[in-house]
């Protein structure tokens, strides 16, 4: 291919002879535009190039064990999400079937998640788990206002109630000016009991969030017992507690392989639930729920509503423009897959959780916290380690980033803070020759940490003894600590 024109230091020219070859182009033979905005245009191609293969810096997907969310997706759902790019998902009006499309779904999960009539349960998209943990803090904080109000009692301060919780929360408590009651992690315990949760709440307790898949272990909290002892405190001192469920993790797996675990709107104390469909849904990035039990669960407030083609459309969303491909996408997943192949896909991941926790019990000194047993928790497994090792599981993560593998190794929540973990999280396109390409490496790793123990860990050498998983004077980066639970 011939160009009849380019950019050399700012000076347009007619070059004819310039050969086809990306790399030999004027655009390419100088550094990146860095600071400034770059005064010229580049050919797309050129620019294409360079930020493509800025990119190759960045791991790969499909490796990073660190992340709950999507990174695979089939030919259908790449060239779904590259037709819509263009469509606005707040533009009802403009696009009333992509509007179709997000309802339906939300119809689908209310469905699945039991909803007394998921023909009229509000729910929306959002771009994920945390937008939709907002709403479902704002909606309990309206109808707990409200019912203040009506009581005729004078409203405290707000606060939520919760155990070891992800990020999303503590962004909901302090946008939102609410108190988070964190219950701190008992020795022994990994999550919240039940009767610590009615311990914590009060009048102005505006609902409980129950994590159904924990960020930290992938275990789910039992909702169900957590449920039961706020009937409890209902009956002994009146106090009726709203749950809100976050399902981040749980929602698009227990329905499928876990119906009998009851987590959902089965429990009539449940009024909320988030979900990412970017995550166990299957859905591309930009994908999440928030469902409310009934539509009076959903405060009239926290509406806008907005004319388009012979309707009314209600819209409760933090965000005004947003890709309306993810729920598009999902639409496409839930239609493609049904109850019969998310069954049976979601069955086959665990199959590979399960063969990888039984590869690193076998390799060595761990202690499995979750081994993928779908009744107790998400696609991950997780672990820690056992007795006093030449190597900590920071040291560990260290060895196999060198190989590719992003496999986070965080300290736990308070009161067990000084304990570190680690934690793999499985997901659609991870085969069970990919979990034996990386067991072989972490035995590897093992080997290498064993025999040349003191090289690696920085943090170790700052402890300056022999440290292992359970003492608390290893520092830990407070890098470490965000990148282990923030995901
Ligand atoms: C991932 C996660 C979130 C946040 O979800 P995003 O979709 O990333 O916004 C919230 N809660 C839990 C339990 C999670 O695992």
């Known amino acids: 291919m011939w160009y009849e024109s380019t950019y050399s230091g700012g000076i347009l020219m007619t070059d004819t002879r310039m050969i086809d070859d990306v790399f030999a182009s004027n655009e390419l033979r100088h550094d990146a535009p860095k600071v400034g905005c770059p ?15 800025e990119l190759m810096l960045d791991g790969v997907s499909r490796m990073n064990l660190a992340t709950f969310c999507t990174t695979w997706v089939d030919e259908f759902a790449r060239r779904l999400m590259s037709e819509t790019l263009d469509k ?60 203040m109000h009506q009581s005729g009692k004078q409203a405290g301060r707000p606060n939520i109630v919760c155990g070891p919780v992800q990020v999303c929360w503590e962004k909901f408590a302090r946008y939102f000016d609410v108190e988070l009651r964190q219950i701190p992690l008992r020795a022994g315990k990994y999550h919240m009991t039940g ?29 169900e017992e957590i449920s039961q002892a706020l009937d409890r405190l209902e009956r002994d001192r009146g106090l009726d507690i709203p749950i ?26 449940v009024k909320s639930i988030n979900s990412s469909g970017h995550k166990n849904g299957l859905a591309p990035l930009g994908s999440g729920w928030a469902i409310w039990r009934e539509a009076e669960d959903l405060p009239e407030e926290l509406i806008f509503n907005v004319d388009y083609l012979g309707g009314n459309m209600a819209t409760f969303n933090l965000n005004f423009s947003r890709p309306g491909g993810p729920a598009i996408t999902q639409y496409y997943e839930l239609i493609r897959l049904g109850r019969e192949g998310y069954t049976r896909l979601q069955t086959a991941i665990y199959e590979v959780c399960r063969h990888l926790a039984r590869g690193i019990a076998d390799i060595g000194p761990f202690e499995m916290i979750h081994s993928g047993d779908p009744m107790r928790g998400i696609t991950a497994i997780s672990w820690r380690l056992r007795g006093i090792q030449p190597f900590n599981l920071y040291d560990l993560s260290d060895r196999l980033r060198a190989r590719g593998w992003l496999i986070a190794a965080y300290p736990l929540p308070a009161d067990r803070q000084d304990e570190v973990i680690m934690r793999a999280v499985i997901r659609h396109g991870f085969s069970f020759d990919m979990a034996d390409l990386l067991l072989e490496d972490i035995r590897r790793s093992i080997d290498q940490l ?18 292992h998983n359970a003492v608390a004077s290893v520092p830990t980066p407070d890098s470490v600590r965000h990148k282990g639970n923030s995901r």
């Open 39 to 53: 005064e010229h245009e580049m050919r797309p191609e050129a620019a294409y190039q360079l930020v493509h293969d």
């Open 88 to 147: 606005n998902i707040v533009d009802k009006d403009e696009y009333p079937q992509t509007a179709e499309l997000e309802q339906r779904c939300v119809h689908m999960l209310a469905d699945l998640w039991h909803a007394p009539d998921p023909s009229t349960t509000r729910g929306t998209s959002t771009i994920g788990s945390s937008e939709a943990a907002m709403l479902g803090g704002l909606a309990a904080k309206f109808r707990w206002r409200k019912r």
């Open 195 to 223: 009767a610590d949760a009615a311990a914590h709440c009060d009048e102005n307790t505006i609902m409980v969030v129950s994590t159904f898949g924990v960020t930290f272990t992938g275990l789910y909290e039992n909702v």
């Open 244 to 269: 809100h469920v976050d399902a981040a993790g749980g929602g698009f797996l227990a329905p499928f392989v876990a119906p009998s675990v009851i987590w959902d709107f089965r429990l009539p104390r």
């Open 450 to 467: 064993t025999e040349h123990p003191w090289t690696t860990s920085l943090t170790r050498k700052e402890a300056g003894s022999f440290t």
